[in-house]
């Protein structure tokens, strides 16, 4: 009983850092109606930016997120101008191709800058174990769960209460009608891209903070694809559930069935929910009349 709570706190705090890139996922997509596949190298360009944050500045962990986040937030918004915006109109696959490009390009200029060597990425947190019940969790591990549990209580409050998530709700219904009624459509993209890179950042620091900082960290981008897909690309709280479990079940098959399945532990889980749900465990059931 003791190694399956192990199993279950270890893979809840890595479900935490899938949820949160997932959550950037379903934002993007819920505004707009593209899966942005550049979300895992822009999770790696903005840990890197707050590692050189740390340098420059030794900053501790809650002054580190109140410099990184704008930062991330202007990255956004910088590269749907310039990479996005020219593309309005244009077919939905176009614009995903637009995003694979972009995941390289921030590849290839993250490697360019800071190197291919992986790098410590110490933030202040104590390294005493604080144990809950049976389960030692680090500090920076009980901070990811936290900072899941608070991006999912804020992205609820948002979209439920204040009238520009309310209006990026319209949008993700019917984007045409949005645009009839005088809702900015291309400001919504605009703050769909700042709000997913800075949850991006977000999860970047934490992740880093939990192993190192490298450049294959954008590989939790692909990793954590099964959970929004789990969840329903187009529900951002269903994303961040999604990510809990996808964690959880690729630690279990890890520690119960040996170590080459965690990698494939999430995907045969949406292929399963898929086969039952193609919307996803929490995504809207699309209608077409024929």
Do not use: C
């Not at 949820?19 to 840990?47: H, S």
């Not at 030794?58 to 990255?75: C, E, G, R, Y």
């Not at 591990?141 to 999912?152: D, K, P, R």
């Not at 897909?229 to 630690?251: K, M, Q």
Request: charged share 10%; hydrophobic share 60%.
């Amino acid at each position: 009983m003791e190694y399956f709570a192990l199993l279950l706190g270890s893979g809840l705090v890595i479900g935490a850092t899938y949820g949160l890139v997932g959550m950037g996922f379903a934002i993007i997509y819920k505004a707009t109606g593209v899966v942005n596949f550049a979300q895992g190298e822009l999770l790696m360009l903005t840990a890197y930016i707050a590692f050189s944050l740390t340098q420059g500045l030794s900053l501790s962990f809650f002054p580190l997120l109140l410099v990184t986040l704008p930062i991330a937030m202007v990255l956004g918004v910088l590269l749907e101008r310039i990479f996005i915006r020219p593309m309005l109109g244009e077919p939905a696959f176009s614009i995903v191709m637009v995003t694979v490009g972009l995941s390289v390009i921030l590849r290839g200029l993250t490697i360019m800058i800071w190197g291919p060597d992986p790098h410590e990425f110490p933030i202040g947190l104590s390294s005493a174990v604080v144990h809950l019940g049976p389960v030692p969790f680090y500090p920076v591990q009980l901070y990811a769960l936290g900072s899941l549990a608070v991006a999912t209580g804020g992205a609820w409050a948002f979209f439920r209460f204040t009238r520009l998530g309310i209006a990026m709700r319209a949008v993700a219904a019917n984007e045409a009608a949005a645009l009839l009624m005088g809702i900015r459509v291309d400001r919504i993209h605009m703050l769909a891209w700042s709000f997913s890179a800075a949850i991006a950042a977000l999860a970047g620091v934490l992740f880093a903070a939990m192993f190192k900082l490298g450049p294959t960290i954008w590989f939790e981008g692909l990793r954590s694809f099964p959970a929004v897909i789990l969840g329903g690309l187009d529900s951002v709280l269903g994303a961040a559930l999604g990510g809990l479990v996808v964690g959880v079940v690729e630690n279990m098959a890890q520690g119960y069935l040996g170590q080459g399945l965690r990698e494939i532990a999430g995907f045969v889980v949406i292929v399963l929910i898929l086969m039952v749900r193609p919307y996803g465990l929490f995504g809207d059931r699309q209608i077409e009349r024929v």
